[in-house]
């Protein structure tokens, strides 16, 4: 959850007015996630995603920042792998 959290702590727009959700995220800041998705392989897109892999705002990824980032990656792999499974057994 703390990678998911990074987008929003570093990325979502600070102006907004009255308080707010702290987890909400408006449209364009969603919009510029989805552009830095889009076109990661531009130096704009991959500072954007470094930022949001720069968990403690160091400057560098440390190889906990990378290993916080597989566990991530694999233990969202296996739930969907699971569930792929489930909807087999299903049939």
Do not use: Q, W
Not at 11 to 17: D, F, I
Request: contains cysteine; negative net charge; charged residues 25%.
């Amino acid at each position: 959850m703390r990678l998911c959290f990074s987008v929003f702590d570093e990325h979502v727009r600070r102006s907004k007015v009255g308080g707010g959700n702290s987890r909400e995220m408006d449209f364009e800041s969603f919009l510029d996630f989805v552009l830095a998705l889009e076109n990661k392989d531009t130096p704009e897109g991959l500072t954007y995603l470094f930022r949001c892999l720069d968990l403690n705002g160091r400057g560098f990824l440390t190889t906990a920042d990378i290993h916080t980032l597989f566990r991530y990656v694999i233990m969202y792999g296996l739930i969907y792998t699971i569930s792929l499974l489930g909807s087999y057994d299903s049939c």
